[in-house]
Structure formats: C-alpha cells, structure tokens
C-alpha cells in the first residue's frame, strides 16, 4: 500500500504520483482500501437509514433520482349485469423526484505531524471521518424525514402548546405516563396500511422474557428514554424472548412501536414550545418554554435514502506534502473525503413525527 505505518507507528505516504487527481496522492487499490474502511465503520453507525428504501444512482447518469408509487384501486362491491362490461380501473402513479448533492470535508496535514507524530496520522483522520461520514448522513435524513406532515402533539393541536412528555407527564410521579400518543400514531399508521417493519418475537422458556409483536421502529433522543421507560406497558430489551432481535440503539418498546434512541434526533432549536410546567427541560433560547424533541415513527418503504453507486460512494483523498509552487518547501497536505446523498419522505401516510417534551433529571 501507499499508505505505511514507521518506527512505531508513525505515518507517512509514499508518493504514487500518476495515478491521477481522483483520489490525489492515492492509487485506486489504495482507495479502495479506504473506502471499505470508510462504509464499514459508517454502516454501523446509521441509524435513519436502517429503515428506508435504499437505492444506489449508477456513475454518469446525473444527479436525479425518482420514486413511482403505485396507488391502490378502490374497493369495488358492484355486481355485473350480464352482457354488460363494467366500469375500469385507471392505475394511479405519484412520481416522486430528488436531487442528489454532494457533501465532503478535509484536515490538513503538516510535514511536521507526519515525521514526528507517534501514532498512524493518516488513520486516526479517516476513521473519524468515517464517523463524522455516517453522522452528516444521519442528520441529513434525519432534517429530511421530521419534515414530514403527519404529525401528533404530546399536548394541545400545535407546538406552541406542547408541554408534556411522550408519555403526557411534566415531572416524574408514583403513577406511570400513558401511552396515548404512541398508540394515536400507530393507529393512524395502520388505518391507512402501512406495513409494518418489525417482525413477531416469539415467547421463550427463559423466565420473565415477553414476546414482541410485529410493528413499527421509532427514533428518538436519548434524553427522552427515562420518558418512554415510564410508560405504562413498556417492555425493555432485556425482556424480549429473543434479545438476539435487538436493534443496535434499541432501548425498548410500548405497544407496537420499538424505540431506538441516537443523539442525532436533536431537540428543536428556537422559541417554540409550550409553557414549562413541573420539571420540564426548558429551551436554551427561552427558559420559559419547553425543549420540543420530534420523535419519528416509521412504516415499511416510508422513506428512501440515495447514495451514489459502486466506487464512486464514497471518494477518499490523500495529498502528502511535497514541494509545489504553491508550498516551495512541502510543509502542506491534507486527508479528504467526498460523498454523494439525498433522503426523501416516501409516503407521508406511513411516517409519523410525535412533538413532545421532556422530563428533566
């Protein structure tokens, strides 16, 4: 590889000039390397995108992806009349359009760091681009699917009058919260047949293990965990018959909804909750009115995510410093990355967003 690791594991990059400005100082074996270093550590960290349709945009086809969804016929309960050929059907089609954008960042290096740095430069930066990969990926979905128009409200029928929990509390108490809202959005899902994600978690021996029924995941902020834990009815994962059917994030169920809890699920920013009541977390920008978390409920095919395919899913770069007439003495390089992404709200019927506060502990 281009890319070695020195006397205990300082970092230095041979030159492979000739390979072209694609990937910089890097050859494409190279590259490659590191993007499968880069969506491996990535893929595990995406937590929005577990639940869409995933598609990939072949090379050298612009940038426009579209959806088609095919609408259902309508019951028909008329009879025939003999010798008389009924009304058709006409098969509906919504088509729906996305622009995929690009998105990268870089660090420089120096010729300092790479002769006198005791640890693999080169590494420690991409392995936490890689992250910070998946989180923008993440937040990007995420700013995408909360802009869905199928809402509920912890409390009242607008933002500005939430200020209960999820579970229809503002301070902990002896009795535990209702499920009333959870249960108002996965009925709203089904009455409009949403399929659900989840499948049925059977009963086992093990003593006080509950089966899971098939439903619906959600996304919500770790910050509302202790709100959805007092929820009459919640089961914790420690409780499912099988905790192999776990998700990564997993923090329990209520009902048909299982909740899974990521930092990226940020609070509203802005004055824009109810009045605090009891120990409610309060906005940063006005303590008078309360933080509005947006947790999400989603149905199968819901949503979508596009990345661009093959290779080009995620391009790595890698520039050592070398003479140049723009750096005579090579004192300058830097460690990049580039993607291409877009996320798209599918069906808004089939993905609910709860509006509520928190608890504060």
Known sequence: MALTALNGGVGTIQSTSGFG??????????????QKKFLTISKKLVTMARFAQKETKPLH???????????????????????VTPESDTLQQTTIMATLAQYGRWVPITDVMMALSTD????????????????????????????????????????????????????????????????????????????????????????????VAEGFFAICHPNTRSDIENIVGFVPVEKYANYGAVMAGEIG???????????????????????????????????????????LIFAKDAVGCV??????????????????????????????????????VLQDNWLVRIEHASVAI
């Open 21 to 34: 400005a694609k990937y910089g100082e890097l050859s494409e074996a190279d590259a490659f390397t590191i």
């Open 61 to 83: 086809e612009g940038k426009d992806i579209r959806w088609r969804r095919y609408e259902r016929f309508a019951v028909n309960t008329s009879t025939l009349s003999e010798g």
């Open 120 to 211: 693999p430069i080169v590494q420690q930066i991409t392995e936490r681009q890689a992250i910070q990969m998946a989180e923008t990926m993440d937040t990007l979905a995420y700013n995408a699917f909360k802009a869905g128009t199928n809402v509920k409200y912890s409390n009242g029928t607008t933002r500005a009058g939430v200020n209960t929990n999820i579970g229809g509390q503002t301070a902990y108490a002896a009795a535990a919260g209702s499920a009333q809202v959870i249960q108002s959005a996965v009925t709203a899902l089904e009455s409009k047949d949403a399929v659900k994600i989840s499948n049925v978690v059977k009963a086992a021996s093990e003593y006080n293990t509950e089966p």
């Open 253 to 295: 169920k209520v009902g048909m909804a299982r909740f899974i809890a990521t930092t990226l699920a940020t609070p509203l920013s802005g004055n824009s909750g109810g009045q605090v009541k009891g120990s409610l977390r309060a906005s940063t920008d006005d303590p008078t009115l309360c933080e509005i978390y947006q947790t």
């Open 307 to 344: 990345s661009l395919s093959g290779k080009g899913a995620v391009t790595p770069t890698v520039v050592s410093p070398r003479a140049s007439a723009e750096d005579p003495l090579g004192q300058r390089g830097s460690v990049g990355y580039q993607f291409w992404y877009v996320c798209k």
